[in-house]
């Protein structure tokens, strides 16, 4: 009798660890999804080595931080970075502050605070640029070292994993 209470114990061990084993793939594969941040580009908001998670459903909004496969960009897997424009949007700076056209308004933004420290004002002038269908604008939080959409261009939506949470 012990035998058989004991190897049904066993077998019911042995299917809930194959649930929580599928769950945890089909959760990571389609919806959550941990990545480790590389470099100072996001500081002050991410460090570098620290691991941030990411939705794979959600659509990002302005200044949502996002993971984007890069391979063609700069010669990394993945990056991470704020998303700033939209396709018809217009970005530029003035005298370091950033401004963004929508919809006929224009808002600058001279103080940018996401909880990790205001952001320095853009080092590099950033020519106005309108954001092509489909498209979305990117920043680091390090304007002074990251390496963006000032430098790549624009970058396809459909390039973007997840939106960080």
């Known amino acids: 009798m012990k035998k058989q209470k004991s190897k049904k114990i066993g ?11 599928v769950s945890f793939v089909c959760v990571r594969s389609f919806w959550i999804d941990w990545y480790t941040v590389s470099g100072d ?34 010669g990394e897997d993945l990056i991470i970075k704020r998303v700033i424009a939209f396709e018809g949007e217009k970005v530029w700076t003035e005298q370091g502050v950033l401004c963004i056209e929508s919809n006929g308004q224009t808002q600058r933004y001279d103080s940018e605070d996401y909880g990790g ?49």
Do not use: W
Not at 11 to 21: E, K, R, S, Y
Not at 46 to 69: A, C, E, L, M, S
């Open 11 to 21: 077998n019911i061990v042995i299917v809930v660890l194959a649930v929580l084993l």
């Open 41 to 74: 580009s996001m500081y002050p908001t991410y460090h570098d080595g620290q691991i941030v998670f990411g939705n794979k459903t959600k659509q990002p909004q302005r200044f949502d931080v996002v993971i984007v496969q890069a391979d063609d960009l700069v």
């Open 117 to 165: 420290g205001v952001l320095e004002h853009v080092p590099a002038k950033i020519k106005r640029t309108t954001v092509p269908q489909g498209c979305v604008y990117l920043l680091g939080d390090n304007r002074v070292t990251s390496i963006d959409s000032r430098t790549f261009g624009v970058v396809s939506a459909d390039m973007i994993e997840a939106v960080v949470i």
